[in-house]
């Protein structure tokens, strides 16, 4: 069964924090590479932050230092957490998984969430 279930969306004032998670089905939750990925209204889908099976990570430059990808393991979970959010980081977050180790931001996604929105005001 394929699930990804995005929460922790909201809105924030610039400098604040976040934590975005994504609930997965044990099927997806196992796939080699799981991810976030953004899309700002008018912009491009955006990959934001990524973690293969073996926990490493890669981060977006516009993200780096102020944004964390981790996985829980017991709850089959994918987090965000981010910090010192800034207005163009308004956005709606994507949580995605992919079976390719390779697992790059710019690497396809196979399974997509529905999606929650983060809204960064000045």
């Known amino acids: 069964q394929v699930q990804l279930a995005e929460s922790g969306g909201g809105s924030v004032q610039a400098g604040g924090s976040l934590r975005l998670s994504c609930a997965a089905s044990?099927?997806?939750?196992?796939?080699?590479?799981m991810a976030w990925f953004r899309q700002a209204p008018g912009k491009e889908r955006e990959g934001v932050a990524s973690?293969?099976?073996?926990?490493?990570?890669r981060y977006g430059d516009s993200v780096k230092d102020r944004f964390t990808i981790s996985k829980d393991n017991a709850n089959n979970a994918l987090y965000l957490q981010m910090n010192s959010l800034k207005p163009e980081d308004t956005a709606v977050y994507y949580c995605?998984?992919?079976?390719?180790?390779?697992?790059?931001?710019?690497?396809?996604?196979?399974?997509w969430g529905q999606g929650t929105q983060v809204t960064v005001s000045s």
């Open positions: 995605a998984a992919a079976d390719s180790l390779l697992c790059t931001l710019q690497a396809s996604m196979n399974y």
């Open positions: 044990a099927y997806t939750y196992s796939r080699n590479c």
């Open positions: 973690i293969n099976k073996y926990a490493l990570t």
